[in-house]
């Protein structure tokens, strides 16, 4: 069974433009979850969707944004990127089983300069 | 705000011997936690979870839960060099599984 995918992989933005990241969750699996990386606030959980609902939403401006299509992928959009947007993004798919285990993508590296 | 602690390390241990690293979380409320491996550059992977008090064994690998004291822990036995990475802990917010709150991590250097 394929991964879960994220592309791009790499990312060089500028401060003010916005961005748009795609995840493409494990076949079958319907929840997937956005998460931040950096090195000074480590993994923060962004927000959750679940059959094209968000369920849950973290901690983060209206600045960040996301969706989720009838097949289960994802996007996540950035506007008015800033300096501390900087980072790792991970999406995450879970089977929603019960149990909550959740599978990462490999993330996007998101430089904004 | 649920907080799940975890000492930063770096925890060094040589090739063969037994990793321990622990993590205390702060809501009694939590049922479920997950440790995750994480390589430098790479995305976290998935590698133990556990639900009930006590040790759940796999491989080389145990999860151990004490719910009366908030504390989780990751034994790795037998350590390999390729077990060098850092070690994240990981529970639910409130309201699911599927949001998880992480600890910080601890670094593990395993040398030969």
Redesign the interface.
């Known amino acids: 069974k394929a991964g879960v995918t994220q592309t791009p992989r790499y990312l060089i933005k500028t401060r003010g433009q916005q961005v748009t990241l795609s995840c493409s969750p494990i076949s079958g699996h319907r929840s997937v979850s956005w998460y931040q990386q950096t090195p000074g606030q480590g993994l923060q959980f962004l927000f959750e969707y679940f059959s094209e609902t968000q369920r849950n939403k973290g901690n983060f401006p209206g600045r960040f944004s996301g969706r989720q299509f009838s097949n289960s992928r994802s996007e996540m959009n950035v506007s008015t990127l800033e300096l501390g947007d900087s980072a790792l993004y991970l999406c995450a798919s879970s089977g929603g089983q019960g149990t909550g285990e959740q599978y990462f993508g490999p993330g996007t590296r998101l430089t904004v300069t | 705000q649920k907080e799940v602690e975890q000492n930063s390390g770096p925890l060094s241990v040589p090739e063969g011997a037994i990793a321990s690293l622990n993590c205390t979380y702060s809501d009694r409320g939590s049922q479920?936690f997950?440790w995750?491996r994480q390589y430098s550059g790479?995305?976290?992977?998935?590698i133990m979870?556990i639900?009930s008090n006590g040790d759940k064994e796999d491989g080389r690998f145990t999860a151990q839960l004490n719910k009366a004291s908030q504390y989780v822990s990751l034994l790795i036995r037998d350590s390999q060099p390729s077990d060098s990475a850092t070690y994240?802990c990981?529970a639910?917010?409130w309201?699911?599984?599927?949001?998880?709150?992480?600890?910080?991590?601890t670094r593990l250097a395993v040398h030969p």
Do not use: W
Request: no cysteine; hydrophobic share 40%.
């Open positions: 479920s997950f995750y790479k995305s976290p992977e998935l979870f639900y994240l990981a639910p917010l309201g699911g599984y599927n949001k998880l709150i992480f600890g910080a991590g």
